[in-house]
């Protein structure tokens, strides 16, 4: 709850300090004295947006500080530690507002956005009021409430809300893999056709790791084709021409072998083995020249046949941008991703089935969830119609209405919107609550809603801002009861104009507007007994207090007591 509450230079307010307690506190004073001022700093420290105009005439900044007594569990701790911002007893929660319209935010003495001190402000305090845009009048906070209180009333205490969540979200991932899959499935048949063509053009073509080298050395011998088989032409007439090396040792074997040496026939038999040899050597050398004149590299054709397998292989590399040596593996890597995309059938199949199951689980998800709110819905409707007749709204109706979605609009919040709806005449059809419910009638089912509500909302403190405005007599006091009510459960103030609802106070706080020194300003005091007493009468008879208002102050007050003596006696027995 909030302890102490400071506002530095803030319109009307040079210098005010504020301590609170716990139960009912109500803040009294003629219109235009600057109650709606202490709602407003109010409101900026839970984070809603300010402007230059909030600083006093003469001041540089605005400055307001709240201090709050959280317990150990509270759920505003978590949101501290989830935004790494010091957990010190007790918060301290500061707003700094400039001349020059610049804002500033701070937890803990630790700067923090907007956005940050609103997640924290909601968990602290709800500020509620007949013009209110952000509580129960603003129809998007109707499916949160109903889901709170689903998880108070409701048994197994199961989360169906963070059950949704997670389930649709869940659902969200499995069918964004499923449409990659069919996206990649669609790109995957363009793919196989081309993988198909370049395969069968690589397969064709039969490309070897060196093949390159070896062409381009075979077409550069080529290339001297005409040289080189003139050279060998003449090396074959050395060797087996008419005056050949072959024809000329042929004919000295056969001198020799006429005995022409005589008695160095020994001489001339080794000399004969020599040129045997000669022959021989030379004989496989006429051999081994003439099948190089006659092979295929140096056939009229074979340079243009090297041409075009060059060329073919070169063509291919530099369509797959590679080199010529690396098609061998491009052939071997194409195959192998084709094998890969034949089993991205197998892969849709299972996305497909992982989707389903996946559907299938948000849908009872949303189902239970479903089932949950219209127990809650009839719940709530009944606990609240319990609250109408002492509020003085016997013949008002308040209804749950659960609006089906189209399927194709489910989310993570279900399937259904949720909206609260008032019938304040009998016959009436029921309407929004915010547009049905005249000022005063607004004010009450709001109250009802939060005396029922009170349990499952995360605000321990509420601030209630001329709550009980069209509203008097027996319906003023109403209204001061179920307040004082609501205050036994969280601390509640108060800005009121009733003194119905000012006697039902545990603490008094009036608000004046002074002229000092030339410059009006906001002063807010706490009233003691006798001060309560005469502002109560004022608040009945109006600028001149009568006997006969005091007298009416006092048993306001009186009742209050009595009343609250009596509730308690109650409680005990």
Wanted: glycine residues 6%; contains cysteine; hydrophobic residues 45%.
């Amino acid at each position: 709850m909030i302890v102490s509450f400071g506002i530095r230079d803030f319109v009307l307010i040079e210098r005010l300090d504020l301590a609170f307690a716990p139960g009912l506190t109500v803040l009294t004073g003629e219109t235009g004295a600057g109650k709606s001022i202490l709602v407003d700093c109010l409101a900026l420290l839970l984070g809603e947006r300010g402007d230059s105009g909030s600083v006093r005439a003469g001041a540089q900044q605005a400055t307001v500080t709240a201090e709050f007594d959280l317990p150990p569990h509270h759920p505003a701790q978590a949101i501290l530690a989830a935004h790494d911002v010091p957990r010190d007893a007790p918060m301290i929660l500061r707003r700094i507002i400039t001349r020059d319209g610049r804002s500033r935010a701070a937890i803990n003495d630790q700067a923090v956005s907007l956005m940050v001190l609103r997640e924290i402000g909601a968990a602290l305090m709800e500020i509620l009021g007949q013009f209110d845009g952000h509580g129960l009048l603003n129809p998007l906070t109707h499916r949160r409430t109903l889901d709170e209180y689903a998880r108070q009333i409701l048994p197994g205490g199961e989360d169906w809300p963070q059950k949704c969540r997670e389930a649709y979200f869940q659902y969200r991932e499995a069918q964004k893999a499923l449409i990659e899959a069919e996206k990649t499935a669609s790109i995957r048949e363009k793919r196989e056709e081309e993988l198909n063509h370049f395969i069968a053009e690589l397969t064709d073509l039969k490309p070897k790791p060196g093949e390159e080298a070896e062409l381009v050395q075979r077409r550069t011998a080529l290339q001297q084709r005409e040289k080189i088989l003139a050279s060998l032409a003449s090396i074959l007439a050395e060797i087996a021409g008419e005056r050949g090396a072959s024809g000329q040792i042929a004919r000295a074997m056969r001198t020799l072998s006429r005995g022409g040496l005589g008695a160095a026939a020994t001489v001339a038999d080794a000399a004969s083995a020599a040129l045997d040899r000669a022959a021989t050597e030379l004989a496989e050398a006429e051999s081994l020249l003439t099948q190089l004149a006659q092979s295929d590299d140096l056939a009229a054709g074979g340079l243009e046949a090297i041409e075009d397998r060059l060329y073919g292989l070169r063509a291919v590399a530099r369509k797959h941008q590679t080199q010529v040596d690396q098609l061998a593996e491009l052939l071997e890597n194409l195959t192998n991703e084709r094998h890969l995309l034949s089993q991205s059938t197998e892969l849709i199949a299972q996305k497909s089935q992982a989707f389903k199951l996946v559907e299938q689980k948000w849908h009872q998800a949303v189902a239970g969830l479903s089932k949950a709110r219209q127990m809650a819905a009839r719940r709530l409707d009944l606990d609240i119609a319990r609250e109408l007749p002492p509020l003085k709204l016997e013949k008002a109706r308040f209804t749950t209405k659960l609006e089906p979605l189209p399927a194709s609009e489910w989310n993570d919040t279900g399937a259904e919107k949720i909206i609260f709806e008032v019938a304040t005449n009998p016959g009436s059809s029921p309407g929004p609550l915010n547009k049905i419910a005249s000022g005063g009638e607004l004010s009450r089912f709001m109250l009802a809603l939060e005396l029922v509500l009170t349990k499952s909302r995360a605000a321990d403190s509420l601030v209630f801002d001329e709550v009980d405005s069209g509203v008097g007599g027996a319906t003023a006091a109403a209204i001061g009861e179920r307040l004082k009510k609501l205050s036994t459960e969280r601390q509640v103030l108060v800005v009121t104009h009733s003194p119905q609802v000012a006697a039902a106070g545990d603490h008094h706080y009036h608000v004046e507007k002074l002229v000092k020194n030339g410059q009006t300003m906001t002063l807010v005091t706490p009233l003691s007994p006798s001060q309560r007493l005469e502002e109560i009468a004022r608040m009945l008879s109006g600028a001149a207090i009568t006997n006969a208002a005091r007298d009416a102050a006092q048993a306001l007050l009186s009742q209050a007591l009595l009343s609250q003596a009596a509730k308690k006696t109650n409680n005990l027995l």
